[in-house]
């Protein structure tokens, strides 16, 4: 079992930064890969971004330019900083991991993430 631990949600005015951070533990396969997701009140959950343990990242486009996802392996964390935050960007940011060729997949609790003046 693998389990996902989030930090650094909060609230924060529009034009703002932050960074969230996703450390996972247990039984973790060190080739996988680790993202970052996102649900709005009312809507579907959605990827922000994607980052392999060999460092292939992927951004939805709504992601692209303003957030920037990385990880340390040694510490099976992967971060994501934000910047230029819209009140759009508001919702529940779910971090998420999946190890390679296997049918398992593990989800965060999820971080609040409000950006409102």
């Known amino acids: 079992q693998v389990q996902l631990a989030e930090s650094g949600g909060g609230l924060v005015q529009p034009g703002g930064s932050l960074s969230l951070s996703c450390a996972a533990s247990g039984s973790v396969y060190r080739i996988n890969t680790m993202a970052w997701y996102r649900q709005a009140p009312g809507k579907q959950r959605e990827l922000v971004a994607s980052?392999?343990?060999?460092?292939?990242?992927n951004y939805a486009d709504s992601a692209k330019g303003r957030f920037t996802i990385s990880r340390d392996n040694a510490k099976n964390t992967v971060y994501l900083q934000m910047v230029a935050l819209r009140p759009e960007d508001t919702a529940i940011y779910y971090c998420?991991?999946?190890?390679?060729?296997?049918?398992?997949?593990?989800w965060g609790q999820g971080t609040q993430v409000t950006v409102s003046s």
């Open positions: 998420y991991l999946k190890p390679y060729r296997r049918a398992s997949e593990y």
């Open positions: 980052i392999t343990n060999d460092g292939s990242i």
